[in-house]
């Protein structure tokens, strides 16, 4: 689910039922994975909203943070690496952060996933260097699959634009670049 209730400073009874059952499902999550011997990693990921309205927000009602907050905490409590991409995006050019997401659509663009590869390569280099948890063999592995990720996802981007593009009867030339090397 999604919307503006979840930005809310105080939070209805409804609300805090959802999150209070979101957290118990990460609990279990987490503890099936420690029962099976799994690293588990957390990432965040902003609603657009987080990211590129919250400056528009009725800041005595609304704290745009609040959800990345509550989850940041219990992944700390339970000591588990976690990423939050909002931490990133605050610290970014509003323009940038805006190129990661459609203009009317809360999905990230062929720029946005590239980032996420990005920061998550780095992530899980950093948590594995300074935890000493996997194999440098099992970290090329994950690199080696965001990677694919990220190059899947800018396809998957590009070829969901060019449709949407064609549809609407335009183009850019530098996408069409992109849609060539990406195939």
């Known amino acids: 689910y999604g919307g503006r209730a979840i930005l809310l400073r105080q939070y209805p009874a409804l609300e805090k039922?959802?999150?209070?059952?979101?957290?118990?499902?990460?609990?279990?999550?987490?503890e099936a994975a420690k029962a099976r011997n799994v690293d588990f990693y957390a990432f965040i990921i902003p609603f657009r909203v987080q990211c590129l309205k919250a400056g528009l927000l009725d800041k005595d009602k609304y704290d745009y943070q609040k959800p990345n907050r509550i989850l940041r905490d219990f992944f700390k409590g339970r000591d588990?690496?976690?990423?939050?991409?909002?931490q990133l995006y605050d610290q970014m050019e509003r323009k940038t952060v805006r190129a990661f997401y459609y203009h009317k659509d809360m999905h990230w663009t062929v720029a946005g996933h590239r980032h996420a590869a990005e920061a998550l390569t780095r992530f899980l280099r950093c948590c594995n260097l300074s935890l000493r948890l996997l194999a440098v063999s099992r970290l090329l592995?994950?690199?080696?699959?965001?990677?694919?990720?990220?190059?899947?996802?800018?396809?998957?981007?590009?070829?969901?634009?060019?449709?949407?593009r064609v549809a609407q009867g335009s183009r850019r030339p530098e996408q069409r670049g992109l849609l060539e090397q990406a195939a």
Do not use: N, S, Y
Request: overall charge negative; aromatic content about 6%.
């Open 141 to 164: 592995a994950v690199e080696l699959f965001l990677k694919a990720l990220g190059v899947a996802a800018e396809r998957e981007c590009l070829q969901w634009g060019e449709d949407a």
């Open 80 to 86: 588990i690496p976690c990423l939050d991409f909002l």
């Open 17 to 30: 039922r959802l999150i209070t059952r979101e957290l118990e499902i990460l609990a279990h999550m987490h």
